[in-house]
């Protein structure tokens, strides 16, 4: 087991289609979270920024680039990427920074200005890019992954197209709820159903958009919460940033081919499953600790594998726990109650610290409408392109 | 017209072959008998291998159906279409092969759908074409899934 940090405060720039640069998303999320602690930006030893690659130059040096928009006062800097995980990352920093003594207080910044539509790989002819060439040689994109694994699940495990609807049902009902989310009307399975074929067997309205949006957290030893007033902090107990073992035996984006299994048997447990189990046994906590999830649903169908990937159910099962409601707000162990990807869309370096940003809310008791009662501990789950794990535990 | 044909990629796939001997190339470690494809020409990726030598082999010509998808809408550049035609939905397959003990991708030959490619179904690997540039006279080949009507494994 590692030590505590504290969440001291949390914030955001509310995601949508702004026509803005990442910049001022992610300066309006750091002021936020900044306000949220009482911190002043001054008395910040360091800053971590969760790069975007869709910024150009400052995209690459996102770190720095949010310190100088919030006007440069000398702190320690870093930038970090890690794709969809980049946030986890940038946590995961900030965390070791802390405990390491190298700062009391921390800012992790990300934010992203995505493109519509599909995401694309970076310009120019890059052969020895895997991600270029799924593109150039299959035309792969991510929905195109998301429809494999969930035809996979409808052959293994008998899921439906009826059951993935009923994701998005329960995501946008909480979804309708959150302030920071994009998409803020309820969604019914005929409207899943009515929307447009991606990716067979997934529709438009069962695939995650792309956004614009910024999340912020400010993180600090206990110690210095506790000088603050702060007596009963929310604190991340665990982050979890796994890689795959070989042979890893299910294809990830952005892979042509998985690797081979002729050699060493695979492991029985999923690359997936292996992110939550790290953080369950650095935390020391077991998923009937949970009092709620924030899963990174790409998709529907990826939501229930996520259920299963998080102890939250057996292998096969995610499909009932949704049909029986125990994920929904009131349920038995409520999943993204902030909405999740369905209703937030993804603003890639900006989402895993939003997860975070729920959490925390959640933990403090401050989530009003969408507030699981009681709730005590909580666990984030996301994935980054390649092989990049993620996974936070937060506890009050 | 005469085409030249150029591989989407080179050393992926043998060029120049007849349908029936036409095969993806990966690599395979000549220590542990690690398969890699894409073909991996520096060093096993198995941890646990000591290292050997990468040496070119066939892939098997059948495999069985891991999953496949579909893809509705046009994928943005690097793949080549052109905008100025509709866009005709493609089917992707990704493909268990038993030997090799691993699942490769693929585009499904064309006209071929999902509801042709039960998860479990037998498929073989055949040559496709990927694009078609017209003006310079040249095609992108590359490599192709079809199902097998007998739906034996060999």
């Known amino acids: 087991m590692t030590g505590d940090v504290a969440v001291l405060g949390a914030g955001m720039h509310p995601w949508g289609k702004w026509g803005r640069g990442f910049v001022t998303y992610g300066q309006a999320a750091a002021r936020a979270a900044l306000d949220d602690a009482g911190i002043g930006w001054p008395e910040v030893g360091s800053v971590v920024g969760a790069q975007t690659v869709r910024g150009g130059y400052p995209g690459y040096v996102a770190g720095a680039t949010f310190a100088r928009a919030l006007g440069w006062q000398g702190a320690r800097v870093t930038s970090v990427y890690a794709a969809c995980a980049s946030g986890a990352q940038a946590i995961n920093t900030a965390r070791a920074q802390i405990l390491a003594g190298m700062a009391d207080v921390v800012l992790v910044v990300g934010a992203d200005a995505a493109p519509k539509g599909f995401f694309a790989p970076a310009g120019g002819e890059r052969r020895d890019d895997p991600d270029w060439l799924r593109f150039r040689v299959l035309g792969a994109t991510n929905p195109a992954y998301f429809g494999l694994y969930a035809r996979r699940r409808m052959a293994l495990y008998g899921d439906t197209p009826e059951d993935f609807a009923l994701v998005k049902v329960k995501n946008a009902a909480a979804g309708a709820m959150n302030a920071n989310a994009r998409y803020r009307k309820p969604v019914t399975a005929e409207e899943v159903a009515a929307s447009a074929v991606v990716a067979d067997p997934l529709r438009l309205l069962d695939i995650c958009a792309t956004s614009d949006g910024g999340a912020a957290l400010v993180l600090s030893s206990v110690e210095f919460a506790r000088r603050r007033g702060v007596a009963d902090p929310v604190r991340i107990r665990a982050v979890s940033t796994v890689t795959p073992t070989f042979p890893r035996t299910v294809l990830d984006l952005p892979d042509i081919g998985t690797d081979s299994a002729v050699a060493v048997e695979p492991s029985p447990k999923s690359f997936r499953s292996s992110i939550a189990r790290a953080a369950y046994e650095e935390a020391g906590i077991g998923p009937e600790d949970l009092s709620l999830a924030e899963v990174y649903d790409l998709s529907t169908a990826l939501e229930l594998e996520w259920y299963e990937d998080i102890g939250l159910c057996g292998a096969g099962e995610g499909a009932k726990l949704v049909r029986e409601g125990a994920t929904a707000l009131g349920g038995r162990i409520p999943v993204n109650v902030s909405g999740g990807l369905a209703s937030f869309g993804e603003a890639v370096p900006a989402q895993a610290i939003a997860q975070v940003c729920e959490l925390t809310w959640q933990l403090r008791g401050r989530a009003g409408e969408r507030q699981v009662p009681g709730a005590r501990v909580g666990i984030t789950a996301n994935q980054g392109l390649f092989g990049h794990g993620s996974a936070v535990v937060a506890v009050r | ?154």
């Open chain 2, 1 to 154: 017209m005469p085409h030249t044909r150029i591989p989407v990629v080179a050393g992926w796939f043998t060029e120049d072959t007849a349908e029936e001997e036409f095969r993806l190339l990966g690599t395979r470690c000549s220590g542990c008998r690690s398969v890699h494809f894409p073909r991996e020409d520096g060093h096993c990726r198995n941890p646990g291998c000591p290292g050997g030598e990468l040496e070119e082999v066939p892939l098997s010509k059948r495999g069985t159906v891991w999953s496949c998808t579909d893809g509705r809408y046009r994928p943005p550049p690097p793949y080549v279409s052109d905008p100025g035609v509709p866009w005709v939905p493609y089917t992707l397959v990704a493909v268990e092969l038993a030997a090799e003990r691993m699942v490769v991708l693929g585009q499904a030959a064309p006209g071929v759908g999902v509801d042709d490619l039960p998860v479990g179904s037998v498929v073989e690997v055949v040559p496709g074409v990927l694009d078609e540039d017209r003006a310079a006279g040249t095609v992108h080949t590359t490599w192709n899934w079809r199902p097998v009507a007998a739906g034996a494994l060999s």
